[in-house]
């Protein structure tokens, strides 16, 4: 019988056949159950698809939550993978190797040449790169960062007039950080203290002291959280664990103001956003000059899926960080920032960022046609920019997910009721035609499993 184009099989051996029964059972018994995952084991991929165990396909939409820019198997970052595994994986920070600060170069460049406009924060001379191994560690460590800068703005004077005394006195005073309701930061302490989510956060209260959390786009209460004891701001230019939701330019504008007004660094929080996922190269892009952060931080697609975090920081951060003040072991091994330079090299093309803008506005497009019935019920809206999209629904997305996955597409929920939709980057128009309309048959679906229910 002919196979549908959505569930198409590759010819699986019977070895890799049978793996899957036992992978599920040695997760069950050996791993941690910190994942609800369905049950089904993923072999390899290949451009915008990946396979499982017993031959099926899947049109990938999540890219290993927006890590994947390139697709699975891209062959030029896997011949990097193979060459450089024969050379030298990992040396330390102990001493130098030749791929950390060639990536580092390469950001701080490509950053500066992609928004001339640029003249504050990160874009001033001067700006320095940390290498970590993931978004929470470069999150972590740009908290460590705005902490001992605090430090350094009492020391040095440079409060204003009317900060109080108490603060003027104390230097560990000015240690508040603040996040925004909706933010994602990450699963370790200081990152999940800026999480301001119930799910993640109250098992493991007490979290670190001085974090508060205010709402997202409100510029009043940003106002009156950001204060003279706050040293740190960290926010996402474009939420997407919150349910895909864009910060307003006014909101960010004043939050810069604000930040420079009591003597705090803007983080901006770029791991899922930035490298190409909104259509520009960081999200920040689309704001203002007068927007332009001290410090970001970038992860998920830098390396193509092998782990790699970093923190760009702007020179009045990288002034006050001296020998001894962060380190990591793995963190700028040679293997994943030289894959993190091709991947670089392949994002900031115009053309590039061309396709994924025009991605995006096809997804939309289609997606708007075919949801268009069930809008206001099955459907709250669409939204997002480039490849960074999301569909809100009115009840629990889980089914629509599972319908999708029947379908040969695989998604990842959200904040919100929201599917996020996060393919590669270079996924074909075709292809993202072909998620759309996987799409709108499972909201079809769904609204009629919903009418008879």
């Not at 960062?145 to 350094?152: D, L, T, V």
């Not at 770029?270 to 704001?287: D, P, S, T, V």
């Not at 962060?326 to 091709?342: D, E, I, K, S, Y």
Request: glycine fraction near 10%.
């Amino acid at each position: 019988m002919k196979q549908s184009a959505c569930s198409r099989l590759y010819h699986a051996t019977p070895a890799t056949a049978m793996a899957s029964p036992k992978a599920i059972d040695n997760t069950e018994k050996f791993m941690l159950n910190t994942y609800a995952r369905p049950a089904l084991v993923l072999s390899h991929g290949n451009g915008s698809y990946v396979y499982d165990t017993t031959g099926r396909e899947y049109l990938d939409f999540t890219a290993g939550i927006a890590v994947t820019a390139l697709g699975h198997s891209h062959p030029e970052v896997a011949a990097i993978v193979a060459d450089q595994a024969t050379k030298l994986v990992h040396c330390s920070n102990l001493y130098h190797n030749e791929w950390a600060p060639t990536l580092a170069q390469r950001i701080v460049t490509a950053t500066t040449k992609a928004y001339p406009q640029g003249t504050q924060g990160i874009y001033a001379e001067g700006a320095r790169v940390f290498f970590s191994n993931s978004g929470t560690e470069a999150n972590e460590g740009a908290l460590k960062f705005a902490r001992k800068h605090g430090k350094h703005v009492v020391a040095a004077g440079k409060l204003g007039k009317a900060v109080s005394d108490a603060v003027q006195g104390d230097p560990n005073l000015k240690s508040g950080l603040v996040s925004f309701t909706g933010g994602f930061h990450g699963r370790s302490m200081g990152a999940l203290s800026l999480t301001a989510n119930p799910k993640y956060q109250k098992p493991f209260t007490p979290l670190i002291p001085g974090a508060v959390t205010a709402k997202y786009n409100s510029i009043p209460e940003m106002s009156a959280f950001v204060d003279e004891r706050t040293c740190g701001v960290i926010v996402e230019p474009i939420q997407g664990e919150g349910g895909i939701h864009a910060a307003h330019v006014d909101f960010m504008r004043a939050l810069r103001r604000r930040c420079d007004q009591v003597g705090a660094l803007l983080i901006y929080d770029e791991i899922q956003c930035g490298l190409g996922r909104a259509g520009h190269l960081w999200a920040h892009h689309m704001l203002p000059a007068d927007c332009s952060p001290d410090i970001v931080t970038m992860a998920k697609p830098l390396a193509n899926g092998i782990p790699i975090g970093a923190i760009l920081v702007s020179p009045k951060v990288a002034e006050i960080i001296h020998t001894g003040d962060h380190g990591t072991t793995f963190g700028g091994n040679p293997l994943a920032c030289r894959v993190g330079c091709t991947v670089l090299d392949h994002i900031n093309t115009p053309e590039f960022l061309a396709h994924v803008n025009e991605a995006g506005e096809v997804l939309e497009r289609e997606l708007s046609g075919l949801l268009a019935p069930f809008i206001g019920s099955v459907v709250v809206e669409q939204r997002g920019t480039g490849l960074l999209r999301g569909v809100q629904l009115s009840s629990d997305p889980s089914r629509l997910i599972e319908l999708a996955r029947d379908r040969g597409l695989l998604l990842v929920a959200a904040a919100n009721n929201t599917v996020r939709l996060v393919p590669p980057l270079n996924t074909s128009i075709a292809d993202i035609k072909k998620g759309a309309l996987i799409i709108g048959d499972c909201v079809k679906q769904l609204a009629s499993e919903q009418a008879t229910a």
